[in-house]
Structures are given as structure tokens and as C-alpha cells.
């Protein structure tokens, strides 16, 4: 079993940038794809990048260009940069983490078994 501390959100003006990192510990990170979801207020969560034990990455049409996910396993670390940050972006993010996430199912949040307790991004002037 993996448990998962998301860190680095905040407040930041449109267009400025933030760095998350979510911190694993337990179970063989190595194995796990991890993936970044965010929930903003009355909204579903929503998928927005994953990493694969592969290493590939994957992600949401709303991000793609301006985000990036990474691992380091050495670190057992997922790290999520965003850049050119809109207001549309505000929400609270969570890291999550399964092994045996199929590629087609990657997106869906239902296919993740271990999550974080969340980080709050604001985007606002």
C-alpha cells in the first residue's frame, strides 16, 4: 500500500507558474502509475496528466502545452509543473496512484485505488 502528501500549491497571478510534487511512500513506487486530478467548487473531478511506470505521460486537452509530469523514482516522487497559469486552473489538486491502470482507463479517477489529501491551486489577480 502507497500513501501519497501532495505539496506545492497556492496562490499565483494568471500566467505565472507552480510547481506540485506529490511524495509517495510504501509499496514499490517504481510500479505505480500516477496520475494528477484536480476538483474545482461544484465541479467533478477531472483528469489532468498521468505518468505511467513506463514513463510515458498522458494528458488532458485543457493542459496539454503548458503542463508537465514527471517522476523521479529515486526520490519516489510525481512532479506536476504548470506553466501560463489561467483563473481556469483554480482548483484543488490531488495526486493519485495504482499499479495495473490500463492505458484506456487512465483518465478515469475511479480506476485509482490510492489518493492525497489534496493541494489548493489559486490563479487570480
Known amino acids: 500500500q502507497v500513501q501519497l502528501v501532495e505539496s506545492g500549491g497556492g496562490l499565483v497571478q494568471p500566467g505565472g507558474s507552480l510547481r506540485l510534487s506529490c511524495a509517495a511512500s510504501?509499496?514499490?513506487?517504481?510500479?505505480?502509475?500516477v496520475a494528477w486530478f484536480r476538483q474545482a467548487p461544484g465541479k467533478e473531478r477531472s483528469f489532468v496528466a498521468a505518468i505511467r511506470y513506463s514513463g510515458s505521460t498522458h494528458y488532458a486537452d485543457s493542459v496539454k502545452g503548458r503542463f508537465t509530469i514527471s517522476r523521479d523514482n529515486a526520490k519516489t516522487t510525481v512532479y506536476l509543473q504548470m506553466n501560463s497559469l489561467k483563473p481556469d486552473d483554480t482548483a484543488v489538486y490531488y495526486c493519485a496512484a495504482d499499479t495495473g491502470v490500463i492505458l484506456s482507463s487512465i483518465r478515469d479517477h475511479s480506476n485509482y485505488d490510492y489518493w492525497g489529501q489534496g493541494t489548493q491551486v489559486t490563479v487570480s489577480s
Open positions: 510504501g509499496g514499490t513506487f517504481s510500479r505505480y502509475t
